[in-house]
T-cell receptor
Framework: DTAVSQTPKYLVTQMGNDKSIKCEQN?????MYWYKQDSKKFLKIMFS???????INETVPNRFSPKSPDKAHLNLHINSLELGDSAVYFC?????????????FGPGTRLTVL | DQQVKQNSPSLSVQEGRISILNCDYT??????FLWYKKYPAEGPTFLIS?????DKNEDGRFTVFLNKSAKHLSLHIVPSQPGDSAVYFC?????????FGAGTRLTVKP
């Protein structure tokens, strides 16, 4: 059983399109995250949700909108995709907030914007 | 503004020898440090952590050392095994905000 799953695994799309990446965790965790791994390989936090409420929102363009329909899901919607959005996006979850709560990562979604 | 830096993008070590992965940080507010390991096509997985009140934490073959005055931490793997070949990310946290380095690709040769 996959603890944190993301779909799709690969996403290739044209500039200007709107796309969504889904994330689900079956660990019963309260906190979920979205990270972006850019071309320089840095993993950067984008958003953090705790019990469906937004906790962290880094300086991410408002074209990115996370949506948490319930504690087990945190989906990422991206409007008007740009070339610079090409990256690998990782979803993660943890029992609670803070780094002392081990984060479990999904396998990643490689987004390519043409 | 990269607050966590892993200056070696890659490291190659012979099986059975020690692997030392290094990480430097700039934010003195960081009080908790972690290492994550990542295999290709998978997400990172937690490996080991250390609180700023300690200078060493050991878990089997893995030991993390923290030098707060130098704002430096390192991960030692001994003995290294081919299955340790992966990308290792250093991470640091302050007030719940976690920052990752760019990773070091470790290759352990049989």
């Amino acid at each position: 059983d996959t603890a944190v799953s993301q779909t799709p695994k690969y996403l290739v799309t044209q500039m200007g399109n709107d796309k969504s990446i889904k994330c689900e965790q079956n660990l019963g965790h309260d906190t979920m995250y979205w990270y972006k791994q850019d071309s320089k390989k840095f993993l950067k936090i984008m958003f953090s949700y705790n019990n469906k409420e937004l906790i962290i929102n880094e300086t991410v363009p408002n074209r990115f909108s996370p949506k948490s329909p319930d504690k087990a899901h945190l989906n990422l919607h991206i409007n008007s995709l740009e070339l610079g959005d090409s990256a690998v996006y990782f979803c993660a979850s943890s029992r609670g907030q803070g780094a002392r709560n081990e984060q479990f990562f999904g396998p990643g979604t490689r987004l390519t914007v043409l | 503004d990269q607050q966590v830096k892993q200056n070696s993008p890659s490291l190659s070590v012979q099986e059975g020898r020690i692997s030392i992965l290094n990480c430097d940080y700039t934010n003195s507010m960081f009080d908790y440090f972690l290492w994550y390991k990542k295999y290709p096509a998978e997400g990172p997985t937690f490996l080991i952590s250390i609180s700023s009140i300690k200078d060493k934490n050991e878990d089997g073959r893995f030991t993390v050392f923290l030098n707060k005055s130098a704002k430096h931490l390192s991960l030692h793997i001994v003995p290294s095994q081919p299955g340790d070949s992966a990308v290792y990310f250093c991470a640091a946290s302050a007030l719940g905000d976690m920052r990752f380095g760019a990773g070091t690709r470790l290759t352990v040769k049989p």
